[in-house]
């Protein structure tokens, strides 16, 4: 059976991949398994699919955010929503490639001159946490007006204000040992993981919004 078939390969595939990579394969396991149908029609389309995602966001997420601000006597505007979602997403992804970068790194350094170096994590963690926060609690308590156009771009081409600089060094670098993890740690791949899999959690809730509240 096609359930059968399909279950089994999730297990096998589930404990050999990490938490994100488990995300990934237990939502496609169930748009593979399920019938598209009974969520919704207009899943059919990607078009349909992907206003059920803008549709889930703006409803549950803009506008609850807008009016829980009010009682904390702060306020946002939607540009200043979408501007420190897209923000906080780019930066706190970042910060956890670079805290893997740096572990892939400094193993490689302890391969090669067989040392047991440790890389410090911690500014990494305190802008992963903070910085959101940060963001967040600045655009409630001031009036800003966001160029959401431009934080877009910065978070579409994100991993390239990470690996250039490390390219340039590089270069600058006979040895190559600027940019230890080369090779070993893809930037580009990981952060659009990451980002892939947040994008198609928000299209399943919403196609799954849309089969629940149809009535007809």
Avoid: H
């Avoid at 496609?28 to 598209?36: A, G, K, M, T």
């Avoid at 899943?43 to 703006?58: D, E, M, R, S, T």
């Avoid at 490689?108 to 910085?131: C, G, Q």
């Avoid at 040895?175 to 893809?186: D, H, I, L, P, V």
């Amino acid at each position: 059976m096609k359930f059968e078939n399909e279950y089994k390969e999730l297990v096998k595939q589930f404990w050999s991949v990490g938490p994100l990579g488990k995300l990934v394969l237990v939502l496609l396991f169930f748009l593979s398994v399920s019938s598209i149908t009974s969520l919704s029609d207009v899943v059919f389309k990607w078009k349909g699919f992907i206003l059920g995602a803008i549709n889930i966001y703006q409803e549950y997420f803009v506008f609850s955010l807008t009016k829980i601000a009010l009682y904390l006597n702060m306020s946002y505007s939607e540009s200043e929503i979408n501007t420190a979602v897209f923000m906080s997403i780019s930066v706190s992804v970042g910060m956890r490639m670079l805290m893997v970068g740096q572990k892939v790194a400094f193993k490689k350094i302890n391969e090669r001159y067989n040392s047991d170096l440790v890389p410090s994590l911690t500014v990494y963690k305190v802008i992963m946490w903070f910085f959101p926060i940060a963001i967040w609690l600045w655009y409630g308590v001031t009036v800003q007006t966001p160029k959401f156009w431009f934080t877009a771009l910065v978070f579409v081409f994100y991993p390239v204000f990470l690996v250039v600089p490390k390219v340039l060094m590089s270069k600058f670098d006979s040895e190559n040992e600027s940019y230890w993890e080369k090779g070993e740690f893809n930037y580009f791949k990981v952060y659009y993981s990451y980002v892939g899999a947040i994008i198609l959690f928000v299209c399943v809730l919403g196609a799954i919004n849309a089969g629940i509240t149809r009535t007809a």
